[in-house]
């Protein structure tokens, strides 16, 4: 039977400002300095500080037709314009006019702005390449480069070739047939630099590579085994690819020494060069001065911001007019708050922006301190989001989103703050140990092992027990999977 019955339920609901807070920490730097330049040509009651110094010399009538040409964007159900505005209750002068966004450990008159490099895409390097042959038509260039833009930074073609020319069809309003896609990418993509691009798997991109080199015993053996036995060589069956082959030992190590040179990701050459030429920008800096760490939060691209005086006046304007407010009036005032509101907002975001992520670093340096002091990798502390969250009073996801995005310069290089946050782990002696150090040392025992017998997850295990570290075989192969390291079988060399 269905009942009416009253309930009352406790909602909570995050403000404007708090979405925007939320927002603004996860960015890095540069991504900040994009948002705020955004915000900046958005809202024209946001304004530069050095921009207040050319303000005086705008016409006024210009500024008057702007808003009213806003405010043709109005619609005409706004509250304001029915009910009277009462300024006085909004305006306080001394308030709006001193809210800026200062900046914490930022002397202005050192303050310089870092020039961003960045060189062309790597598509575009492709295309650059292929308009130099002579034989392609402008139809057969359209499709060209139609096919290099579907080359991802690696050099693959990931898509199916009937993709493509259905694509092609409805973007171009070219008919192509699948075979004429075959033969601009055997003929013309696939000879461009870097040897190996336009190849649809890594079997291929080996064989384009293969067919470039000079012509020997050692590549034709090598030809073979990617064309006809590719699964044993990914697999590293050695002795079952000896026996088929009928080759010696030596020679198939002279045949897999010609495949190991070769590139699997010929777009890399490329794609990270231009990547290197975009400087790294650390959201903080670390420094050690006279025995002490002193932090600093990276802000030297981005401008001061104030509240515009211009809109400022024009509410002073209408508060002191002796003729009353019309309706029109009120829609022209109501324009004018809503972007005055969203300036103020906008700052104290910022402003609390920079608040959280000092509170947040100061924790994690004060945390970490034996690490910056020394730059040892050993003496990082077992950290995980909690314990920066209980120690500054905020969310996990605010720590989170402060960590996983931003970098920090220290006197021992520039690394991703999500670096510094590890697993905690128990020693023979009861003492905590980060995981990092477990890390560290699996690293070590890969590099100094036998190439040709590789030690096995479990080997690896029974080395740390042997150290101290109780660390089990399947956190071996975590750790390992997380650095991206093989199985001992992929590691064997022969």
Request: proline share 3%.
């Amino acid at each position: 039977m269905l009942k009416q019955k009253l309930l009352q339920k406790g909602k909570q609901k995050l403000s404007p400002q708090q979405i925007k807070l939320m927002k603004l920490v996860q960015l890095s730097t540069l991504d900040f300095e994009q948002r705020v330049k955004q915000e900046l040509e958005e809202n024209p009651a946001l304004e530069m500080e050095e921009d207040l110094l050319n303000s005086i010399s705008i016409n006024e009538e210009e500024e008057n037709l702007d808003i009213s040409e806003n405010m043709m964007d109005l619609s005409e159900d706004q509250n304001s314009s029915n009910d009277e505005i009462n300024i006085d209750e909004y305006l306080s002068y001394d308030e709006i006019l001193d809210f800026k966004n200062n900046i914490p450990n930022q002397n202005h008159s050192e303050k310089k702005y870092i020039p961003i490099i960045s060189g062309i895409s790597f598509q575009e390097y492709l295309k650059n390449q292929l308009h130099t042959f002579r034989f392609l038509n402008k139809e057969d260039l359209l499709i060209s480069d139609f096919i290099i833009g579907n080359i991802d930074e690696n050099g693959y073609i990931r898509r199916p070739i009937p993709s493509i020319v259905d694509d092609i069809f409805l973007i171009l309003g070219i008919s192509v047939t699948e075979e004429k896609i075959e033969k601009l990418l055997s003929n013309y993509i696939q000879k461009l630099d870097p040897i190996g691009i336009g190849a649809r798997n890594l079997q291929e991109c080996i064989l384009i590579q293969l067919e470039n080199k000079k012509k020997s015993t050692e590549v034709f053996i090598a030809k073979n085994i990617i064309q006809n036995n590719f699964e044993f060589f990914t697999k590293k069956h050695y002795q079952k690819l000896q026996n088929k082959l009928g080759i010696t030992k030596k020679k198939l190590r002279k045949a897999i020494y010609q495949i190991e040179k070769l590139n699997p990701k010929p777009g890399k050459i490329y794609s990270e060069n231009t990547r290197n030429l975009n400087h790294l920008i650390p959201d903080f800096t670390i420094c050690i001065v006279e025995g002490n760490l002193e932090l600093s939060l990276n802000n030297i691209n981005t401008p001061e911001l104030k509240i515009s005086s211009r809109y400022l006046d024009m509410l002073k304007s209408y508060k002191y007019s002796k003729k009353n407010i019309k309706k029109n009036d009120n829609n022209t005032i109501f324009f004018i708050k809503q972007k005055i509101d969203s300036a103020k907002w906008f700052v104290e975001s910022i402003k609390q922006r920079q608040n959280t992520l000092m509170l947040t670093m100061n924790a994690i340096m004060d945390y970490q301190k034996e690490y910056f002091f020394t730059g040892d990798p050993y003496k990082i502390k077992p950290m995980i989001l909690k314990n920066i969250s209980q120690k500054i009073g905020v969310g996990i996801s605010t720590v989170s989103r402060v960590a996983n995005s931003k970098y920090v310069n220290t006197p021992y290089g520039t690394f991703l703050i999500k670096s510094f946050f590890s697993e905690k782990m128990i020693n023979k002696e009861g003492k905590e140990i980060s995981s990092i150090e477990i890390k560290k040392l699996l690293v070590e025992s890969i590099e100094k092992e036998n190439k040709k017998k590789p030690l096995t997850d479990e080997k690896l295990s029974k080395i740390f027990k042997k150290k101290g570290y109780i660390v089990a075989r399947r956190t071996v192969a975590k750790y390992r999977n997380q650095m991206k390291i093989s199985v001992s079988r992929m590691r064997k060399i022969l």
